[in-house]
């Protein structure tokens, strides 16, 4: 590369306790300061919109809730209810949004009375998918702001350039241009490494160029790094990051971590983003309910007035960043509990990163903690005695551990449960571990493999261990993770690479496949009960939500690899038809 790169992970001794990392404002965000909109229908950061945006008129949150309650019956169907009171059905009935009836097409006909049907033709019908942890607008944003610089389909650093360099020349000088690449980029490109500032300043000197690999990696371009404050000194950097130097101390444009800080989109951008995109990645997959982790609150803002409108037909639970969208205190200060909301929108809790990349975005691995152990079981416990419910990301072992160890001692003083999660959890291979989950009440929230596998690992998958987990009675979650870094995503996808083994394509450590009922939980029931809405989706029984998902086949009978080939023929939310094939 020619050359010599030293780092320092960034520790930030002098932050705030509170949120465990970087407190100060965002400088490059005169929108950023926090507080609480008048009108519990936004449920946001206020000052989180752009300055164009009046939010002294609310959104109207509680108006969306009228939306998509409607009557319906569908018939002629294999229903998998999850119910083990009654686990197979042939119909359902839905009236104003809710199940009122589940039975054989006779029974359901009878009741039905003037309401449309449905025929079901004999396809397998599942609960509505419930995806637990997706990047929802940033997904959507991604499609259509930035520069797809994927590997594959793109093979080398030069075509990545490429791509951005066509983007660069259509966009006005000043604006960033921000490419989004797949996880471990330099071993996907012919040359083999990360492209670096220099390379960058070639595609563009006339912008800010971000490229990501993943999310948490990053290269930046020389303007991007002096927009962003990382050019002369590392104060700007968020604790825990890395900001990669040479030999004389200038920024290679390699870094870790620094997610939070490019300009934000604006709430018209994000709406269009959504109008545009929402329904083909998530609606047309038999996808009804996602809890959503908004890169700020002008996402927020835009997710609940498409609602309102009756464009966005799927069920919204928010998560707030902490330290970066608010910190425990301001989202406490809020005075909204777990749950508050609409039958569309409702408050979920925190996510708190307890590591980040796992590495330093080159080729060593470790856990970047962004906290002390200490520190993390003071917030874990502040963040249960108030009922939080806390997501908290941890990609390395020992950042899994530490989780551990802060939700044990927390529930050694306040032994109520709060479904504590780990999100991108779950890779314990020793027994022992797993048990523990289960003890201490904490849940996995994993992103199974997509997509068959086209090519058989060098070495095989020894976690994480599904069966293992339900086996034990972690009732582990299912979700996608959405975020423009991986563009192919699918809850059947996943769920075929759970069944299938890995001789059929499928994504699962060898004798850890799990049958096609508890891939389907993990996508559905346990998926809501991670997030506290079990009580109303996840499952067909009479009262829940008239959400179902219709299938292009009876599954009944098919392998593992065959169960690849299905695909979502329709989606019903609240008994309203939304996608049909």
Known sequence: ????????????????????????????????????????????????????????????????SALWKRDLAVVNGRIVTLEDAQPAAEAVLVRQGRITLVGTTDQVTREAGSAPRFDAAGRTVVPGFVDPHVHFEMACNALSYQVACHTPPLTSLREIKDALRMKAAGTPPGEWIIGRGSFGMAGRVEEGHLPERAELDAVTEDHPLILYSGFHVAMINTRGLK???LWDDDTNVPRGAILHRDASGAPTGVATEIWPMPPAYSVDQVKASLRAHARDLYVSKG??????????GTDLVADQALQASGDLPIRLRAYYHVPHLLTLEGFLGMGLVQGFGTDMFRVGGVKIFVDGAGGD??????????????????????AHSHGVQLMMHAVTDPGHQMIEAAVEATLAREPASLRPRIEHGGDVEDIERVRRLARLGIIPVITPQQERATAPRTRPRTTPRYRTL??????????????????VFSPLGAIASLVASPEEGGGTPPGEELTFDDALRMHTIWAARSGFEDDDR???????????AVLSADHEGMTGGELYDLRVDATILGGEVVFER
């Open 227 to 229: 927009e962003l404050g």
């Open 538 to 548: 996840g499952s067909l029984a009479v009262g829940k939500f008239g959400d179902l």
């Open 1 to 64: 590369m020619g050359s010599v790169s030293s780092w320092r992970q960034h520790d930030h001794k002098t932050a705030g306790r509170t949120g465990g990392g970087r407190e100060r404002s965002m400088k490059r965000r005169d929108f950023f300061h926090l507080g609480a909109v008048a009108g519990a229908g936004a449920l946001l950061p206020a000052a989180c919109a752009s300055p164009q945006q009046d939010l002294s008129r609310p959104v109207a949150g509680n108006d969306a």
């Open 470 to 487: 339900v086996e034990a009675g972690v009732m582990p979650a299912a979700c996608s993770d959405a975020t423009g870094t991986v563009p």
């Open 287 to 296: 996808i009804t309910s996602i809890s959503t982790l908004p890169l700020v």
């Open 361 to 382: 975005g080159l080729d060593r691995r470790f856990a970047d903690f962004k906290w002390t152990q200490e520190e993390l079981d003071s917030f874990v416990l502040r």
